[in-house]
């Protein structure tokens, strides 16, 4: 490790946001600070030390600290194994990343090691909780009221019939539920809560009164309290420890008064919906077989798995339906508690009814609410227990208890942000509009001389019109007098006469006027009839959605215009075919102006196939020069493939054989008959059995954005795409957006630390959002919200998707937050180091988790990509996905949608090598007594898959026997995957680290050896949470134990973010390295590793800003933001820490409040931490 000269080594200002203009060199603050890193040489450092394949690790002071104990010794012949290993992967005595040594004085460790420790810190966390649950389990709830009070606030209801108005429930622990009226917007319209000594109810003002008008934002005093009084203001009380239970109490909880606070109460909320997916939940596929199977649907899943056989015999079982159900709380009710349905047709009430339904129905409402807290509170009962027994380790409950403490802070920036979006949204969709009126207009043009017939986008629209009809003329009775009449008429017609003639044809007119007579089908459709109350002239019903745009746009793909077929959704025409010209003039395509579309295309290449071996030779080498100088070769590539003949793809039915040699795609397609033309569908993401339903669909942005699908309209079709692309993002969120529940606040609702700021704004606007989290979502229970879980990072060219950075703290407080380096990645190497070696590193994939480095192309994105010749960020996908346990259909499905230009073959091909390289091949072990497994000859699987040459979703294989295993070798990851499908298939799968048990529905006895890509996912995924929980629970224990003020936001997939007072972020920085690195090793101590590489022991940057966002640099400029974040909204950029700096400015990672405080005021800047870019990285880039 070469030695950092001090001249070099810069450090940061305390206090200040950003990168320091001026900074001064160690050399001249030497005397006044001390160095809290090492810059001794690895050889004279006494804290260095490294694991026998020479990966840098914990250094002593913190080893001796965490695992008291030395790292184990390794055998000569398990190293000999490893060494081997490695150097089929090309990795043995590859350079490793050396990073200074970290070494302070950790919080004090409870217990004999980590795991005691967090033992502790979970089951203090939750003792009280646990407490009040247990008495609410074991006890029955009061008999319901016979008659609810119609009165304002809560009303409690005793043993003895009695009714009292209270301002709040006054118990440790209640079962709850609210009701909210829709149309009246986000404000609770009643709710009931229930203990084992009495009922209470509550009724909101807007129910009692009936005013002209309400103020349509929401304030603490439109919500239900818990706590406090409606005067009680700035004066927080002394909040007592209590435990609410709801089903989906995420939601519940947005309705209380007392969470709103920054400073809020000890209230925590069991959620028994949680409690019924991580114990018994479906996975999304067996969700839409559930349903499909409960009402006798034929869907296409049912009859896969109808058909399906398990390894050539049997058929699918079908048992798991009996271990679980649906998330709803009537469906959960029936299956735990072998109820009958609830009753829930009053809901109807509150989903399409008014204010007055409610008041009419208030008894029976009440009572179909209080219904809900007896369902919920018999399924509490039933859960609890179960849940313990499933999820043993005290910290998966205290973090779920965490997740659902969700905090949001807005200011007056969330209006702005709304209406900025939506009028930039609605300026861009008059324009689009216009625009694609226009392309309608000029394509009616062509009716004129049947000009459309030579069109080959526009020539099978339907092009009849309508004739203007005038109802027959009376034929009036001939007299003597109208004889005469007609005489004098003969003689001399007058102008008026003629006036008066037409003017009699009005009586002509049909009552209901035609709707546009003379103008094509497709155009009168979209236009409104003048009857109707959108009408306004032109076609205003279109849009990008309607079926005819992408031909009045004239979209090609790949250069060749788009079709649509009925059989096959959209696709495009390839032309110069021969063999089916003149068939039959009845076929779909009898009319087709095939000159026409020869016209647009290119003239196709001569036949590769008829070239000499001297021409052959000279493509070849046209290639390689291609690829050398990074040009795009595909089309060579094509001609090459064509020649070479490689294996072809077995054909589909309706498939032709003998496409065009110069073209791959998905086709063509023979019962689309369309003379000397071919039929190509557009690819879907989901695999060509699916069809596109639309081109200008979200799905297909990137294609627009590279240029496979574009336009031949000119440039206001361009412009069309362009907005279309614009307007994505608001025109699917907009909705959920905009029905935030945003509760605005007072100042006497705000503590002193926001209003004795010199920041804070009187006349501004300061509110909070609650996001309706499902701490246990999913069966691998991954938190689930819909907006905020799933909000996209800022896109330049997205309408509102600067949604994240309008959180924005109020003043005196900052965000602080980190993101997981590469969490999950690790998580599945460290599993599969401790089935191979037990050594960090080991494996391949261990050892390029922690020491591969981007730069030299040695970490596992960068090697798949140069494996498999695609990008990095593709290969990111693929690495996941294959980690999550999908299979090489997967990667056939991905590659193919990355580069549509791929033969399936090719494809497949890809796939093949690329899944042998990394999960190897399966093969057939001896499991000797000793438990050593040596090859038996006779069981080599040559394929990715038990058929060779067939593609499966999932590489599953039987469950181990007793003298031989199937298990995969040969790979990157075959330790990993064998490490995976070994929990995943025993007979309790349980996460290695926390215990917690797979949901019932999905344990083997019940699937056998269905849903395997499934359990495999799992494993990582709820490891992760086990991860995550771990933070939490550390997290909270540090702020706790130090005092650090503040709360916990929000953790979206890998990362979390903290609200904290900004004199205190710096601390909760540390807090957050220190959790990382103590979560970490829970990790390594629970899979018998007594060590951490240092690599990954702490957070790469800590980010302390005062908005979310990726990265605390990011101005987020899109179309509603034209201006930045720090001209549109005077958010500055904010700054990010590494372990270094930290220490620095917490004298050497003191977490204690009176810390050491450095005196440099004669200096324009206080010492900055080292130079990132003079030190390696603190983590290996993945």
Not at 196 to 224: G, Q, T, V
Not at 314 to 336: A, F
Not at 439 to 464: G, I
Request: proline share 5%; with cysteine; hydrophobic share 35%.
């Amino acid at each position: 490790m070469a030695v950092i000269p001090c001249s070099q080594i810069l450090f940061r200002v305390p206090g200040t946001l950003g990168l320091c203009q001026n900074v001064q060199p160690l050399s001249h603050l030497a005397m006044l600070l001390p160095r809290y890193y090492s810059t001794d040489t690895k050889e004279s450092s006494t804290e260095y030390r490294e694991n026998p394949i020479g990966i840098q690790m914990l250094s002593k002071g913190l080893h001796q600290q965490i695992f008291k104990a030395s790292s184990a010794h390794v055998e000569d012949s398990k190293m000999k194994t490893i060494n081997q290993h490695l150097t089929e992967h090309e990795l043995l005595g590859k350079e490793a990343t050396v990073l200074s040594d970290v070494n302070f004085q950790l919080p004090k460790i409870y217990g004999d090691n980590i795991d005691e420790h967090f033992r502790h810190l979970a089951q203090k966390q939750t003792a009280s909780v646990i407490d009040s649950s247990n008495k609410l389990i074991d006890s029955i709830l009061p008999p319901m009221p016979e008659k609810w009070v119609y009165g304002k606030g809560w009303t409690k209801y005793g043993h003895d019939g009695s009714a009292v108005a209270v301002d709040y429930p006054d118990e440790t622990a209640l079962v709850f539920d609210v009701e909210v009226l829709m149309k009246e917007g986000q404000f609770p319209t009643m709710a009931t809560a229930a203990c084992p000594s009495a009922w209470y109810s509550w009724c909101s003002d807007r129910l009692l009164e009936d005013k002209y008008k309400w103020s349509p934002r929401i304030s603490l005093d439109d919500l239900i309290p818990m706590e406090t009084t409606r005067k009680l203001g700035r004066h927080t009380p002394d909040w007592k420890e209590r435990v609410i239970v709801g089903h989906n109490v995420g939601f519940d909880r947005s309705f209380i008064k007392e969470q709103y606070y920054i400073k809020g109460p000890k209230t925590r909320f069991i959620d028994t919906m949680s409690l019924h997916i991580a114990t018994s939940g479906f996975t999304g596929s067996q969700r839409v077989l559930w349903n499909a199977k409960k009402s006798g649907s034929q869907r296409k899943e049912i009859v896969e798995m109808m058909t399906k056989k398990k390894f050539g015999s049997g058929s699918p079982t079908w048992d798991w339906m009996k271990e679980g159900t649906m998330n709803n709380l009537s469906d959960v009710y029936q299956h735990h508690c072998e109820g009958e349905p609830l009753a829930k047709e009053k809901r109807e009430t509150f989903i399409k009814g008014s204010m007055d339904d409610v008041r009419e129905n208030f008894q029976e409402l009440m009572t179909y609410c209080a219904s809900d807290v007896v369902a919920t509170h018999q399924v509490f009962q039933k859960l609890w227990p179960v849940f313990f027994e499933r999820f043993p380790h005290p910290v998966t409950l205290a973090g779920m208890l965490e997740m659902g403490s969700t905090y949001f802070h807005v200011n007056y920036n969330w209006e702005k942000y709304i209406l900025n979006s939506e009028d930039t949204y609605n300026d861009l969709q008059r324009e689009l509009t216009l625009l694609l009126k226009k392309l309608a207009n000029e394509a009616c043009e062509l009716l004129h001389d049947d000009r459309y017939k030579e069109d080959p986008w526009l020539w099978d629209l339907d092009w009849s019109t309508r004739d203007f009809r005038l109802k027959k003329p009376v034929k009036e009775k001939k007299s003597k007098k109208n004889n005469d009449l007609e005489l004098e008429s003969d003689k001399e017609e007058t102008e008026e006469d003629r006036v008066n003639k037409v003017l009699h044809t009005a009586e002509r007119l049909p009552k209901v006027k035609m709707h546009l007579p003379g103008y094509p089908a497709w155009y009168r459709d979209l236009c409104y009839k003048m009857r109707e109350e959108d009408w306004a002239p032109g076609p205003s019903k279109i849009s990008t959605q309607v079926r005819v745009a992408p031909k009045l746009l004239r979209l090609t793909w790949d250069g060749y215009p788009v079709h649509y077929s009925e059989t096959h959704g959209w696709g495009y025409l390839v032309p110069w075919r021969e063999d089916n010209i003149g068939e039959n003039d009845d076929s779909e395509g009898a009319q087709f102006p095939t000159g026409s579309l020869q016209s647009i295309c290119p003239q196709p290449p001569p036949n590769p196939s008829s070239l000499s071996l001297q021409e052959r030779d000279k493509l070849m080498a046209e290639i390689i020069k291609m690829e050398r100088f990074g040009e795009d070769s595909q089309k060579l590539w094509a001609k090459w493939h064509a020649i070479m003949k490689r294996e072809e793809q077995k054909p589909k039915t309706t498939k032709d054989e003998n496409g065009p040699w110069w073209h791959t795609g998905d086709g063509p397609y023979n019962d689309v008959n369309i003379p000397g033309c071919w039929f190509f569908k557009i690819p879907h993401k989901d695999g060509d059995n699916k069809r596109v339903g639309n081109p200008l669909a979200k799905d297909n942005l990137s294609k627009i954005e590279d240029g496979t699908i574009k336009s031949q309209s000119g440039d206001h079709a361009v412009r069309v795409l362009t907005l279309s692309k614009m307007c994505s993002y608001w025109k699917m969120n907009r909705e959920r957006i905009s029905k935030q529940m945003v509760v605005w606040l007072n100042k006497t609702d705000l503590p002193r630390t926001v209003t004795r700021n010199p920041d804070y704004d009187g006349d501004g606007l300061y509110g909070t959002i609650i996001p309706r989290v499902v701490s246990a979502g999913t069966v691998t229970r991954r938190a689930v919200e819909q907006t905020w879980l799933t909000a996209s990072n800022a896109y330049p060219d997205r309408v509102g998707s600067e949604l994240k950075a309008m959180v924005q703290c109020p003043p005196g407080y900052h965000f602080v937050g980190a993101d997981v380096d590469s969490q999950e990645l690790w998580i599945a190497a460290v599993l599969g180091d401790s089935n191979f070696g037990g050594i960090h590193g080991c494996t391949a994939l261990g050892w390029m988790t922690l020491q591969g480095k981007k730069s030299a192309g040695t970490d596992l994105h960068s090697k798949t990509a140069a494996m498999v010749g695609i990008s990095r960020d593709h290969a990111k996908v693929f690495n996941y996905g294959r980690i999550y346990g999908a299979g090489q259909l997967f990667a056939r499905r991905l590659l193919m949608q990355f580069n549509h230009r791929l033969t399936n073959e090719e494809a497949v091909s890809k796939a093949s090598v690329m899944y042998r390289a990394t999960k190897g091949l399966k093969k057939t072990v001896k499991v000797q007594q000793n438990g050593n497994s040596d090859m038996w000859s006779g069981g080599d699987n040559t394929g990715l898959g038990e058929n060779h040459g067939t593609e499966q979703d999932e590489n599953d294989e039987i469950p181990p026997k007793p003298v031989t295993s199937r298990k995969w070798v040969g790979g990157s990851e075959s330790e990993m995957f064998n490490k995976l499908e070994s929990i995943a298939l025993s007979s309790e799968p349980r996460t290695p680290v926390l215990g917690g048990r797979i949901s019932k529905a999905l344990e083997p006895k019940v699937v056998d050896e269905e849903f395997m890509t499934s359990r495999v996912n799992w494993v990582v995924q709820s490891s992760a949470v086990d991860y995550l929980h771990l933070m939490l629970v550390c997290m909270k224990w540090l702020f706790d134990e130090y005092k650090i003020d503040g709360r916990f936001c929000i953790s979206i997939h890998d990362e979390v973010r903290y609200l904290v007072n900004s004199e205190d972020r710096y601390r909760a920085a540390l807090a957050l390295q220190i959790t990382n690195l103590l979560t970490r090793c829970m990790f390594a101590y629970k899979l018998d590793f007594q060590d951490l590489p240092q690599s990954v022991a702490f957070f790469s940057g800590v980010d302390i800003d005062t908005c979310l966002r990726k990265e605390v640099n990011l101005d987020c400029k899109t179309p509603s933001n034209p201006q930045g974040l720090a001209s549109g909204y005077g958010i500055p950029a904010g700054e990010v820490l590494d372990i270094y700096e930290i220490l620095n400015l917490t004298n050497n990672g003191s977490l204690s409040a009176t810390r050491q405080k450095l005196k440099l005021d004669q200096f324009e800047t206080e010492p900055e931490g080292p130079n990132i870019d003079d030190m390696p990285s603190v983590a290996a880039s993945v």
